[in-house]
Each structure stands twice: as structure tokens, then as C-alpha cells.
């Protein structure tokens, strides 16, 4: 394959790890970020990449097919907006915007121009996760009792000083941060979900949005899930537990902080009693955000990836948007 010019607007951390899953299939040619100081570090990394002055120039170039889009909430949906008006493609980081109405418009204005648009729910891409989605797509375990999912770290020192506790940035807390992750990964085991339940609160961190989200999903398909979005996770924490009618499967760990990426397969027997169990486990480096690079090159070549598109990044805006809407009145009524 002909290596894919990238450009990529916002040089910070994940920024940094995007352009560090380009290579070999992808070939960085511009930046762009409005500390140009923090473009020009980024780009002494990228042999050949120049820094932008402004989103235009990035946008100018003949030889960006694809715009990786990594800033703050408040402005994914307004860049990735301009990139498809460009005509370019865009890998768009999660959760794309402030709601799903406005999600909408860049799923509208990309089928219009025929550009590729993804969701950077790069989760969908961990071996674990994999492996799981098979496991349970196969079908021979039986259907869905429930999910049990938990994500969580313990923020920084002055973390509700940062812009993720700014409501007008972020457009949310834990919730749109950590527990997006968790709602797209039950879509991408079981299908479309609805709202049961939310309770969003703020325990510890002296901010104007929650550090902490407990929800309730009902899969379409059947069963039930519960999960559990954490800033105040003192130990860094990855627990997702698919149980089936007659098997479970959990997955511990992100590698990294998280520790390392286990997948544990409990078998039932008819008898019940103990359930035969195998494990396995992935001791290397995150490869999550390699392998979705590479969905989006399969995607420039018209093959059907796994990634999440801009579809599937509204579906989970609007079982947020309700948990906001749910958490509202639930606060309206206790006034």
C-alpha cells in the first residue's frame, strides 16, 4: 500500500500517541496545535513533518488524505468539520463531541463528501477485547446474562483545575471521558443499548462535574449491564466481565498503569460445580492504537474494519446525553 499523508491538529498526549501509531502504513506531513511550541516538539519526531500555521494551511496540502483530530472536546466536531469540508478524511478522538446532536452534523457532512470518518475508540482494538467479541459472537456459550464493566484512575494533583472539569470544554465528567469507553465497548460486544439507570456524582474532586459514573444499560439483544466510570480509582483499574448462559469472560488490565492484558475464559459444565478455565495473556506494549490505524488504512482500500464510526460515536453521545438529562432532573428534584 502507497503510504497515506496525515496531518494531525492537537500535539498533546494523545496527539503524541496517535502520531506514534502512524508508521509504517502512515507518513506524518503536518501538525498543527495552538501552543506552536508544543507542534514544533511533537513534529522534531516526525522526519519531514512541517508545522502548520493554521488548521487552513494543514488543510491545503495535496498530500494529507487523512487528519488525525486530538483536541480538546469543545472543538473535535468544529475541526473534524472543516477537515471533511476539505474533502480529507478524518480519525476524529473520542468522544468526537459535546453531544450527540452535534456529533450528527459531521455524520451528515461526511456521507455528503464520501470521506472516511472514524471515532477513535481505540479499546475496540485489544487483543482481550478481541478475542471476547469472538467469543461471543460465536454463540456457543448461549446468550447475554450481563456485563459488568469498571474503569477508573485517580487524577492529578489540581486535576479540577484542568480543562476535563470544565463543563463548556468537556461537556461533561467521568462520564464522557472514561465511561464513553464503556458504553461503545458494550455496543461493539452486544449491539445497541438504552439507558436503564445513571447515577452521576461528584465524591471527591472539588469540581462542577462528576468524577464519578455508575450506569445501567439495557442491550437490545437482552440481558443487562452495569458499569462503573471512576476518577477516584486510586489504583489504576480495567475489569470487563461478559457473562454468557453458559461461560464467563473477563478481562483485566490495559497493559501499562492498568496492569498487564489478561483474558480468563470460564467454561460451565452441565453439572455446574467449578468451570474449566484457560487464560491468556498480552505482557507487551499497548498495540490498540497501531492496530486501529491500520483498520483505517483497510478502510482506504474499501475493506469493512472494526472500528468505530461516526454512527457508533453518536450512539453512545445519546446514552450520555440522557445520563446528563437523567442526572438533571434527578438534582432538579431533590432542590
Not at 502504513?25 to 508545522?51: E, H, K, M, N, Q
Not at 459514573?213 to 439483544?221: N, R, T, V, W
Amino acid at each position: 500500500m502507497t503510504s497515506i499523508g496525515v496531518g494531525i491538529v492537537g500535539a498533546g498526549m494523545i496527539g503524541r500517541k496517535r502520531m506514534e501509531a502512524c508508521a509504517p502504513t502512515f507518513s506524518v506531513c503536518s501538525l498543527f496545535d495552538i501552543d506552536r511550541d508544543r507542534a514544533l516538539d511533537l513534529a522534531a519526531l516526525a522526519p519531514g513533518a512541517s508545522v502548520a500555521a493554521s488548521i487552513d494551511e494543514l488543510l491545503s496540502r495535496d498530500d494529507v488524505d487523512l487528519v488525525i483530530v486530538a483536541t480538546t472536546h469543545d472543538q473535535l466536531t468544529p475541526v473534524a468539520l472543516q477537515v471533511v469540508a476539505a474533502g480529507k478524511s478524518v480519525l476524529v478522538e473520542k468522544p468526537a463531541a459535546l453531544s450527540a446532536a452535534e456529533l450528527a452534523t459531521l455524520h451528515n457532512a461526511a456521507q455528503e463528501a464520501g470521506v472516511i470518518a472514524r471515532v477513535g475508540y481505540n479499546h475496540r482494538f485489544h487483543p482481550s477485547v478481541l478475542r471476547a467479541k469472538s467469543l461471543v459472537a460465536d454463540g456457543g456459550y448461549g446468550p447475554l446474562l450481563w456485563i459488568r464493566g469498571r474503569y477508573g484512575h485517580g487524577g492529578r494533583v489540581g486535576y479540577e483545575q484542568e480543562w476535563r472539569a470544565d463543563r463548556a470544554i468537556s461537556g461533561g465528567g467521568e462520564l464522557i471521558d472514561q465511561g464513553s469507553h464503556l458504553i461503545d465497548l458494550v455496543r461493539f460486544m452486544v449491539g445497541d443499548v438504552k439507558l436503564a439507570f445513571a447515577e452521576l456524582s461528584t465524591l471527591f474532586w472539588p469540581m462542577a462535574v462528576e468524577d464519578n459514573a455508575f450506569m445501567g444499560l439495557h442491550p437490545e439483544s437482552g440481558g443487562f449491564a452495569w458499569l462503573h466510570a471512576s476518577w477516584s480509582e486510586w489504583k489504576n483499574l480495567f475489569s470487563f466481565e461478559i457473562t454468557l448462559e453458559r461461560a464467563k469472560i473477563e478481562i483485566t488490565g490495559l497493559g501499562g498503569s492498568y496492569g498487564v492484558e489478561r483474558l480468563t475464559l470460564y467454561e460451565m459444565s452441565p453439572e455446574m460445580g467449578p468451570p474449566a478455565t484457560t487464560s491468556w495473556e498480552w505482557p507487551f506494549a499497548d498495540r490498540s492504537w497501531s492496530e486501529e490505524m491500520d483498520d483505517v488504512a483497510s478502510a482506504f482500500e474499501g475493506r469493512e474494519g472494526v472500528g468505530a464510526n461516526v454512527a457508533d460515536g453518536v450512539a453512545v453521545l445519546e446514552v450520555i446525553d440522557h445520563a446528563y438529562a437523567m442526572a438533571s432532573v434527578a438534582r432538579e428534584q431533590k432542590q
